[in-house]
């Protein structure tokens, strides 16, 4: 199989389709005989062909998944090692591929996309000069079809700004992008921004128009992040007007029916938020005339916004907007007065550190997922995790106003969970969590909690509300609390005095027996990180770790 032949094209159609085969003895030789073809002269170009001109959509689907992952494996040079795709082929794909990809449907096009990308990351700029020219052309097509698969592989190139080095090869790459890329950008915003008002009441228009947007919006992110370039300092006004406006923008048309899945309009906000965040993170010098009507909008959008799980990231991002203004110093000033505070902190904090029908969901039949947000930091664009950073934003300079605020309502969640622990626990978790959020000042892995807001008093708190839970004769009552108690001792265990910390060890113990996975996990992690502490001597844990090895052993017999 090498010539550009129909007879090659029938044989390749018939693999592939064999490939699909659920039986694996018809599956297996055709996966393994395309393993020994691959690395033949025009293979990946009959790939790209029958995905061009088969009339299977199955076959076409198929043929763009197998170049993607040949793509994946083969493109990059390896010193040393014999090049795997001819300089034959090579340059007939980078010739080829833009157009392929942008007159194919839409689940072809994401798959050459991707396939652009991983070629563009090894060659672009040096082996593929023009690949930029020839995508900026096509915004002057006017057909969104086009354009949103331009946009999408521009992201893909370009994402990797926001991760990278900085060197003078890295500079000069995003000077050509620039230079290339960023007027043709900003004139498709201005565009798309004037026909979104023009098919205002159509809805299929504006979702192609609003996918472009949030696209472009990415992109501003991108080659935005590493400096501020010239061309977007001098462009400030039109860009940052228009994402304000999108900002406040609500059109009816675009809101959706699913409490899960964030629309277009959620999409978009979250992006213009982060974009927000980055200029008053890294350029708030220029960006100051701005902030305020920043500031003012997504604080609006913040206390309008549901509890719906779609918009969470909305919500998050919008919280570390805030969050990233307040510990700025320029900005001290917007976050002085009482009321202020009060209001962040009664209309922002206190409702997004709320334990929701979805985190409970999440706590009963997804534990693996809840422990890794929880636990391991993955719940980097949670509500709770956003609430939680602003506290410790908030509280670099308004460390005494805030603590007394927030100790008013930990009381009072506390008042209520008392009143009625059946029907108000969530009231304690949540009460937990703010004293969580206002006491920690930093941490590491290794230690817990290091630093500690002196006005939190946590030894008390432990005493009189974490260790009622933890010594609970019903193990599996209130499992998110007890887990909650069980990570209160595991990230303070640093600040706990070492005779609380003996004091819970048996305890934890016996929550390794626990039902919920997510407690006798905690149970588990905790008394790792206690047991590998410098603090209580090893003398002292002997009688503990001799329960623990013979709870173990029964829980293994269990098994």
Same mark, same amino acid.
């Given at each position: ?9 029938? @044989? ?34 009959? *790939?790209? %062909? ?8 199955? !076959? ?16 990059? !040079? ?7 795709? @001819?300089?034959?082929?090579?340059? #007939? ?59 999408? %592989? ?9 991760? &990278?080095?900085? @060197? ?37 228009? *504006?979702?192609?128009?609003?996918? =472009? ?39 009816? *048309? ?11 309009? &959620? ?38 916004? +549901? ?59 997804? =534990? ?8 391991? +930091? ?24 805030? %603590? ?13 969970? #008392?009143?009625?622990?059946? &029907? ?15 006491? @920690? ?18 030894? &008390? ?23 909650? #108690? ?67 052993? =029964? ?5």
């Amino acid at each position: 199989m090498a010539d550009l032949n129909d007879a090659n094209l029938q @044989s390749l159609t018939e693999v592939l389709r064999k490939t699909l085969d659920p039986d694996p003895n018809a599956r297996r030789p055709a996966e393994k005989f395309l393993e020994s073809v691959e690395g033949n002269q025009n293979y990946s170009l009959l *790939l790209l %062909t029958l995905l061009e001109k088969s009339q299977d959509n199955v !076959i076409r689907v198929c043929a763009a998944v197998m170049f993607k992952n040949y793509i994946k494996r083969n493109w990059r !040079i390896v010193e040393d090692e014999p090049n795997k795709i @001819s300089e034959a082929d090579r340059t #007939a794909i980078k010739a080829n591929i833009v157009n392929l990809m942008l007159s194919s449907p839409e689940q072809i096009q994401k798959q050459l996309s991707d396939a652009i990308s991983i070629i563009g990351r090894e060659d672009f700029p040096q082996k593929w000069p023009d690949l930029l020219t020839e995508m900026v052309t096509r915004f002057r097509s006017g057909d969104f079809h086009i354009i949103n698969g331009v946009l999408r %592989t521009a992201h893909s190139l370009f994402k990797r700004y926001r991760h &990278e080095f900085k @060197s003078n090869e890295l500079w000069s790459e995003i000077k050509l992008v620039l230079d290339t890329f960023a007027q043709p950008l900003t004139e498709l915003f201005k565009a798309t921004i004037e026909l979104c008002q023009t098919h205002a009441t159509d809805v299929n228009v *504006l979702k192609v128009l609003f996918s =472009s947007l949030t696209l472009i919006s990415k992109l501003f992110y991108s080659l935005n992040f590493q400096d501020l370039p010239e061309f977007f300092e001098d462009n400030m006004e039109t860009w940052m007007t228009n994402f304000h406006g999108l900002l406040t923008l609500d059109n009816k *048309l675009l809101q959706t029916d699913d409490e899960e899945e964030a629309g277009l309009l &959620e999409l978009l906000k979250s992006q213009i938020c982060d974009n927000a965040a980055l200029y008053a993170q890294k350029y708030d010098e220029e960006f100051q005339p701005y902030l305020p009507r920043f500031v003012t909008a997504i604080w609006n959008l913040l206390v309008s916004t +549901g509890q719906e799980v779609k918009y969470d990231l909305l919500v998050s991002n919008a919280i570390q907007f805030l969050a990233s203004v307040c510990e700025r110093p320029h900005y001290k000033n917007l976050f002085e007065d009482q009321s202020t505070l009060t209001s962040i902190c009664e209309k922002v904090i206190v409702p997004n550190m709320e334990f929701r029908s979805a985190d409970e969901e999440a706590f009963e039949d997804n =534990s693996e997922e809840y422990i890794r947000r929880d636990l391991e +930091g993955s719940d980097i664009d949670t509500r709770r995790r956003a609430a939680c950073d602003l506290v410790r934003c908030l509280c670099k300079f308004f460390e005494g106003p805030v %603590t007394a605020i927030f100790s008013g309502y930990v009381n009072s969640m506390l008042g209520e969970y #008392a009143k009625s622990p059946k &029907e108000n626990w969530k009231h304690k978790d949540a009460a937990i969590y703010l004293v969580t959020s206002l006491a @920690s000042k930093a941490q590491t892995q290794k230690h817990g909690i290091t630093q500690a807001n002196e006005m939190v008093n946590l030894i &008390e708190f432990f005493v009189n509300h974490i260790l009622p839970d933890l010594k609970s004769s019903n193990v599996n009552e209130f499992p998110v609390l007890k887990a909650d #108690a069980i990570k209160y001792v595991m990230i303070f265990r640093s600040q706990l005095p070492k005779e609380h910390l003996l004091q819970a060890v048996p305890l934890l113990i016996t929550h390794l027996q626990a039902e919920s996975t997510v407690q006798h996990t905690y149970a588990a992690h905790a008394l790792e990180r206690l047991f590998t502490m410098k603090g209580p001597s090893n003398l002292t844990l002997i009688p503990a770790s001799l329960i623990l090895i013979t709870t173990c052993l =029964s829980l293994c017999a269990c098994l």
